[in-house]
């Protein structure tokens, strides 16, 4: 990623003013908040060295499948909640939609990431996915902005 990129975690900052300063630079993570918008951006560029580092290891896997033949697009993070998990903090709570697509076809993550912190480092621990309100509706207007984040109309974006 070039270093005066837009992060891709949507703070607006470049890349090395922002989530490379703990990805490439191995700056210590101030706040859950951050370490969950830095492991997204790590999520885009694939990777895996960083988001292993940064999970915490009663829950760490051996390694992750990031599938290289059918590469995740990654969309756009959209922060929704946070509690605690600041710089005196010992644990935290984010939740997050982060969405994507594959093989041009929209999804989303949606999930409430439990973090701690040991020795001064912010780690994932684990997270579950909350419990689904009922939907209105499953059809998107043609007309209505994409679920996928882009901020342009479905019609123009990922309607087929």
Not at 31 to 45: C, F, G, I, N, P
Not at 80 to 94: I, M, P, S
Not at 118 to 142: F, M, T
């Amino acid at each position: 990623m070039r270093a005066n990129s837009e992060c891709p975690c949507g703070s607006g900052k470049a890349y090395h003013q922002c989530c490379g300063r703990y990805i490439d630079a191995n700056e210590s993570v101030p706040t859950a908040e951050t370490l969950m918008r830095s492991r997204y951006t790590a999520y885009t560029l694939a990777n895996e060295k960083y988001l292993l580092k940064s999970w915490h290891k009663s829950t760490r896997p051996l390694t992750l499948d990031l599938d290289k033949d059918m590469p995740t697009q990654w969309q756009g993070l959209e922060i929704l909640n946070t509690r605690a998990g600041g710089e005196d903090d010992a644990t935290g709570t984010v939740e997050f939609v982060a969405r994507f697509s594959v093989q041009n076809k929209p999804g989303q993550v949606h999930e409430i990431s439990e973090f701690v912190r040991e020795a001064g480092q912010w780690c994932y621990l684990d997270g579950e996915v909350p419990k689904a309100k009922p939907a209105r509706s499953n059809k998107i207007g043609r007309n209505a902005l994409c679920p996928c984040g882009s901020g342009k109309k479905f019609k123009r974006c990922c309607a087929p």
